[in-house]
C-alpha cells in the first residue's frame, strides 16, 4: 500500500482562490524507486499535472475507436414473433425483468417471499400463482443471519410439506453479511465505486446455474445515499444487467416509506423513486385494515394475522386482483432444555375472502327480498340507517343466512334496495308498504328489467372479442335471479377474465 502522506491543505490564494500544496512524492519497491502517482482528494491532480480524468480519457481514445452504431436494425425485415416473455411463477417473476415487494418492516414480506420463492424451487404453487417451470434459486438474506434464515426456510417446509430431498441442488442461501460488500459504494472522495457484492453475486450465479436471485432488503445491497436517484439508478442498473446477461430474474424486496397504508401505491417505497422506475413487476404488501375486518368477519386482534398483496407497477402485463395471505405460526421442533418450547415462526398461505354473494340461491334471495318487501308487521318499511333499531334491514338477510357479516348483510341491502326501492328513505317516511300485490308487481318489473339486461349483454357478448368477457352461459346462470338484485349482482362480476 502506498503511503501518501498527510492531507493536502488548503491555503488562501493572492485573489482569494484556493491552491493545492502536494507533499513530497513517496517511491516504492514495486516502481522501480520512482515516484508514486499521487492522487489528491480535493482535486483529482497527479503530480505529472494531468488529472485522473484526462489521464483516463487520454487512454481511452487510444484503445478505443469511437461507436459507429445505435445496432439499430430494420423492422420490415422482423418476419417472425419475438419468443414469449420467460415467465416463472404467476406475474410475480420473469426473466431479465426486476421484481419488488414493497411492505413495511413486520408485515412479513420476508415469510411471503420465501413461500413463493420455494414454489419455484420444487415446482409446487404454495402462494396460489402459477408455476412456470422449476428453477434455481438464490436467496441472499442482508437483514438475517444463517440461523434465522434457516428458521424461516424451516417453518415454510414444515408447513406445506416440503422435504429437504426436493430442495437438494434447487435452493441455495446465503447470508453474507459485512464480508459481502455492497454492489456500489461511495468512496472518500464522493465517488461511486462498483462494491464486492457485485463480483460475487456474478461468480455465484455463474457457478450455481441460478435462475433467480432475491436480495432482501434492497436498502442493505448498497451504501449510497438512498435519495440520492442518479445513485439509486446506477445500483439497480448493476442487477437489471445481470438479470440481461444471464437471462434471470431478480427480486429485491424493499421497506416501505412512513406514513398510512396505501396498498397498490408504488410511491410508497422509501428512498429514491429510480429504484420503483426500474422495476418492471412491483408489489405491496398490507395489513388487513379495521375496515376490512369488519367486512369479512375477522376479529379486530386478528386481523393482523392476515395480509393483503396488491399490483403497485405492473409494465408488462396487466393488473391483478388482490390476493390475499394468512399468516400461520409453526413450531419448530427444535426445544432444548433451556429453551423447552423451541421456536415459533410464521410463514403464509393463500386465504380467500369470504365472498358476499356466495351460497346464496335464488329461492333464498327472493325469501330475503320478500319479507324486507313486506316491510314490519305495523306497516312500515324496514331502514338501512345506522340508527334503526328494531327496523335495521340487514337483520334480516343474517336471519335468513346467519353465515354472513354485518358488513356483507349491509352490501347486499345496499344492492338490492337501489332498484327495488324495498326501504325506507328520508322520502318515504311515511310511506308504509301498501299491500302484498304491490311487492309483487315490482318484482314483476324487476324480472322484466332482468330479462332486458340479459338481452343487452348478449349483444355485448357477440360483438366482443373472443372470450374478452364472461360467456353467456355463466352470466344467465348468474342473473337468472327474480329480481332486479341479480342484475346488480351480474355488473359487478362482469369484467375481463384474470
Known sequence: MIDEGPPDPLTPGDHGEYTVKHYPPKTTKKNGGKPAEILSPWTGATLNGKSRQEETNSKTEQEEAPPTSLGEWDAGDDTEAP??????????????????LLGDGGVVKTAARIAQLLSLAIRR??????????????????EDNRDELKRRILAACLHHGIQPSELKGRLFLATPGADGGKLMTIDRNGRLLRGDMAAKLEATIKAREIDIVSLDPFVKAHSVPENDNSLIDDVVQVL???????????DVPHHMAKGAADPGNA??????????????????????????????????????????????KINITRHGKT???RLIGVRLGNATEMYPNGDE??????????????????????????????????????SDSHNAKE??????????APQKTEAQAREIIKIANEPMKLLK????????????????????????????????????????????LLPIGVLRQMITRHSRCACAVALNILEPKT
Not at 437489471?240 to 434471470?248: G, Q, R
Request: net charge positive.
Open 240 to 250: 437489471t444487467d445481470l438479470s440481461a446477461k444471464y437471462n434471470i430474474a431478480v
Open 425 to 468: 328513505t328520508k322520502q318515504s317516511e311515511k310511506d308504509p308498504v301498501k299491500s302484498g300485490s304491490d311487492l309483487a308487481e315490482r318484482i314483476k318489473a324487476a324480472r322484466a328489467e332482468a330479462e332486458a339486461f340479459i338481452d343487452l349483454k348478449t349483444a355485448e357478448l357477440k360483438a366482443a372479442p373472443d372470450g374478452a
Open 323 to 325: 390476493k390475499w395471505f
Open 83 to 100: 419468443p414469449p416473455r420467460a415467465w416463472l411463477l404467476g406475474n410475480i417473476f420473469c426473466r431479465m425483468f426486476l421484481s419488488s
Open 345 to 382: 415462526v410464521q410463514t403464509v398461505e393463500p386465504w380467500n375472502p369470504p365472498e358476499t354473494w356466495a351460497d346464496l340461491s335464488s329461492d333464498l334471495l327472493n325469501k330475503i327480498l320478500t319479507a324486507i318487501g313486506s316491510g314490519l308487521p305495523d306497516g312500515n318499511r324496514y
Open 125 to 142: 404453487s404454495l402462494t396460489g400463482e402459477h408455476v412456470f417451470q422449476r428453477c434455481r434459486v438464490l436467496i441472499v438474506s442482508l
Open 267 to 312: 410511491n410508497k417505497g422509501r428512498g429514491a423513486s429510480a429504484m420503483k422506475d426500474a422495476g418492471r413487476l412491483v408489489y405491496t404488501l398490507t395489513t388487513m385494515s379495521t375496515d376490512e375486518a369488519k367486512a369479512f368477519g375477522i376479529k379486530e386482534d386478528q386481523r393482523k394475522s392476515y395480509v393483503r398483496m396488491d399490483s403497485a
Open 391 to 400: 327496523r335495521v334491514a340487514w337483520k334480516v338477510v343474517t336471519e335468513h
